[in-house]
């Protein structure tokens, strides 16, 4: 297939809908769960299969492309280098096995290191938002606004509940300084919030599949997303990220920076 903007974006989207349809069925479906790094780090059967067929079809469209996974069965890459896709089959696993929704499923695409395409699907409101630079950001078929360049002062943010509980960073200063604090359980659901302006903000110690496509779209629609650091964010490893409004990172990065 191409390797342009409008094709993978069609594709992406194509992929989205279709495990969307298959996870609303499974949400009614006994679950094997199991867990990965401790009791609240869960993984299902539902998430190994969804990745397996969504990286089953980008080998089958993009066959020279890798492939970075949550669940492991992409490929072991070492560069941005070409076509490189992010998946993330099921974001909330959580909320997928106590709740049934509030999880979305993502895919990422970045060429030679860019931000290139990204995709989010929020499965029980079946929307589907996609796009990236210089091609649109869109939730379905409609194209949404950038989201306005609110303060802190003036929106709702999203920070990990660990982070704040332990004042990680000075977070709960942050907190203060907001409009108050929200916890969903799902980057890919917070991610959707920035897009439509419903949340300023979002902090969190994040995987490259939980932030490849958020980090397309948000970049897309006139965000900011940056590391804690002052390194360039790395989309090969795990780190703490900042993602929202120009001044909202602004004030945000000031705040975690005088931690000491």
Not at 44 to 59: A, C, G
Not at 165 to 183: A, P, Y
Not at 184 to 211: C, N, Q, R, T
Request: aromatic share 8%.
């Amino acid at each position: 297939m191409e390797i342009t903007a409008k094709a993978i974006d069609a594709f992406v989207v194509n992929v989205l809908e279709e495990v969307g349809r298959s996870l609303v069925i499974d949400t009614t479906k006994d679950k094997l769960v199991d867990t990965k790094r401790d009791r609240n780090d869960l993984v299902t059967n539902f998430d190994k299969s969804t990745e397996k067929f969504i990286v089953s079809m980008i080998k089958e469209a993009y066959p020279e492309s890798t492939i970075v996974s949550e669940e492991g069965f992409g490929d072991d890459v070492k560069n941005m280098d070409g076509l490189v896709f992010f998946v993330d089959p099921i974001d909330g696993t959580m909320n997928f096995v106590k709740r049934g929704d509030d999880f979305a499923s993502m895919i990422g695409v970045y060429l030679d290191g860019k931000p290139f395409i990204g995709g989010i699907i929020d499965v029980m409101q079946n929307k589907v938002f996609h796009g990236g630079p210089n091609f649109g950001i869109y939730c379905d078929d409609k194209k949404i606004l950038n989201p306005e360049n609110k303060s802190l002062r003036d929106g709702l943010i999203d920070i990990s509940a660990r982070m704040v509980l332990s004042d990680f960073l000075n977070t709960k200063e942050v907190v203060k300084n907001s409009s108050g604090l929200r916890v969903y359980g799902s980057a890919g659901i917070i991610f959707e919030h920035l897009l439509l302006g419903k949340e300023v903000m979002y902090m969190s110690y994040l995987a490259p599949w939980d932030l490849a496509a958020g980090r397309v779209l948000c970049e897309g629609a006139g965000l900011e997303v940056s590391s804690v650091d002052d390194d360039p964010v790395n989309m090969l490893k795990s780190q703490v990220v900042i993602a929202g409004t120009q001044k909202v990172v602004s004030e945000v990065l000031k705040t975690v920076k005088n931690c000491d």
